[in-house]
């Protein structure tokens, strides 16, 4: 008589509800050799941890390398994989510890909160702790406040150490980018003469009557390398040459600061002791030519800063602007910037125009008047919600045809060819013993290996870049928040990463998944404006 195992329905679903969606969170905050070796080891160990588990499902290891933990701005892959959990892709998350995830107590409290509002799991590999346990809260509040005290104690001693150095007249010149100076085989600090000829000649020119539009224009015109040997020159670096104290050959130490541990970025030191170090390394100019180059930027600047009624009157339209950041210049690459123009109508008195023509027109973008600018938006946003589902087939066609996601899916398929074959191999040689084969079979599967990490690595860059699912989720999460709110600022900023101004009859939107899509675009759109009562077509479209 056969024997047959009767295994109940019920235990089969639970069994299957029991295969998790797992990822990993690996970061270090530094780039240095060291920290590279454990960010290695950390996404190798969590890699192989969870594809060794049958009742997993690997969805990838999500790693910001070279990333402070004090707060999650910049931190895209943390971003990302916090988007794919409370999408529903992700189940579980596993992390060396809650120091890895955040140092601070507000961020790691309230983004365990909302995970759990999604029913994502976290666990914290050296705190043996889940997210889901309900002392989690007492235990994060705990361990992140001592994480985040360790930070502040490490800024401080470090800022205590550089402070001490300054006091003594102690610092280190970084050359890259700093344009004069470079370093022997010995690492001793000399003058570059080449580059140092440079700054000769700008100071000469500008201490002779020469504005800063005309040097530019004498530097670009005779081919003159910028401080990064590449590109144009622009005002910005000319007055950082002009305004630095250092090719007198003396230093003035700390002349920025950073208000708290947890700020990124530095401001004017304005509270804290600056020290003036003399003849601390070679001089390319003398300190004569250097105090009048500053005599008359001062006085400029006196000039530039004299108000009068009308120059109060223009500075009303020079305020901020949401489009800020969102503009891009397709010649120079830059970010459009706020201006009142000179006339007086409605299209003339606030305009956006290129960084580059803001003292001389030296780029071929061209302006756009703000109020051009807004009906083209809201034109734009309109079709786009009119037409969302046109618009989420040409996302999921320009996504499914994009060249690099078609070439990782090759990759991924030779990379699971070879590994089964290599599995193959080894299989056959079980039954052979000796030496020699053994040897065959340790390269093998160390070949095995070598190959699942790069499978898994490409697996998640295809999860993540190429997420199909969650880029029409948000699209279509971003249409349906404006249908309930209205807020079209909030709608361009959802679906809009920014804006080409071809000219100013043409501009380009470009959506916020531009990374995962293909350039292909869609029909455009044309519209007809009335502008100083001539008929201008002003024709955008979205790029895919």
Request: proline fraction near 2%; charge should be positive.
């Amino acid at each position: 008589m056969d024997i047959r195992e009767i295994t109940p329905i019920e235990t089969i679903i639970e069994r299957d509800l029991k295969r998790k969606n797992v990822c990993a969170y690996a970061r270090v905050s530094t780039l240095k050799e060291v920290a590279h070796m454990s960010f290695d080891t950390q996404v190798q160990t969590y890699t192989k941890m969870i594809l060794d588990r049958p009742d997993w499902n690997f969805i990838g290891v999500y790693a910001d390398e070279g990333k402070s933990g004090t707060n999650t701005h910049k931190r895209t892959q943390f971003s990302m994989m916090l988007d794919m959990a409370k999408s529903g892709l992700i189940d579980l998350i596993i992390t060396k510890s809650i120091s890895r995830f955040s140092r601070s107590v507000v961020d790691t409290v309230s983004i365990l909160q909302d995970l759990r509002n999604h029913r994502v799991e976290v666990w914290f590999e050296n705190e043996n702790i889940s997210s889901f346990d309900s002392k989690i809260e007492f235990v994060i509040s705990v361990l992140s406040g001592v994480a985040e005290e360790e930070a502040r104690n490490v800024s401080e001693n470090v800022k205590w150490n550089v402070r001490k150095r300054f006091s003594e007249g102690k610092f280190f010149l970084v050359t890259k980018g700093f344009l004069g100076y470079t370093r022997n085989d010995n690492g001793e600090l000399i003058v570059d003469d080449h580059e140092a000829s440079v700054v000769r000649k700008i100071y000469e020119l500008y201490t002779t009557g020469t504005g800063v539009s005309k040097i530019i224009e004498y530097l670009n015109e005779n081919n003159i390398k910028t401080t990064y040997n590449k590109g144009k020159w622009y005002g910005n670096a000319v007055y950082n040459i002009l305004k630095n104290e250092k090719y007198t050959g003396n230093a003035l130490l700390q002349k920025t600061n950073r208000p708290s541990f947890k700020a990124k970025l530095k401001v004017k030191n304005e509270t804290l002791p600056m020290y003036y170090v003399e003849n601390s390394h070679p001089p390319i100019i003398s300190q004569e030519l250097f105090d009048l180059a500053q005599q008359i930027r001062r006085s400029q600047i006196d000039k530039f800063h004299h108000t009068t009624s009308s120059v109060v009157e223009k500075d009303k339209y020079n305020k901020h602007t949401i489009y800020k950041g969102l503009l891009k210049c397709p010649h120079c690459g830059k970010s459009y910037i706020h201006r009142s123009g000179t006339g007086k109508s409605e299209y003339s008195k606030a305009i956006m125009m290129c960084p580059s023509n803001k003292m001389k027109k030296t780029c071929p973008g061209e302006t756009i008047s703000v109020s051009i600018l807004e009906q083209a938006i809201h034109n734009q946003l309109m079709h786009i919600v009119k037409n969302k589902v046109a618009i989420s087939m040409k996302i999921e066609q320009s996504v499914l045809g994009n060249p690099r996601r078609e070439l990782l899916i090759r990759q991924i398929n030779e990379l699971e060819h070879s590994i089964n074959n290599l599995v193959l191999s080894v299989e056959n040689m079980q039954s052979k013993v000796d030496d020699f084969h053994s040897q065959v079979q340790e390269q093998i599967n160390s070949d095995i290996m070598r190959h699942r990490f790069d499978l898994a690595n490409l697996k998640n860059i295809l999860s993540t870049k190429f997420n199909l699912n969650l880029i029409k989720q948000n699209f279509n999460k971003a249409i349906s928040t404006y249908l309930k709110n209205s807020d079209l600022e909030q709608l361009l900023f959802n679906i809009t990463d920014s804006i080409v101004v071809h000219n100013k009859n043409k501009l380009t939107f470009y959506l916020v998944y531009k990374d995962s899509l293909n350039e292909v675009c869609t029909d455009n759109l044309l519209i007809r404006y009335m502008i100083r009562k001539t008929e201008n077509r002003l024709e955008h479209s979205v790029m895919l």
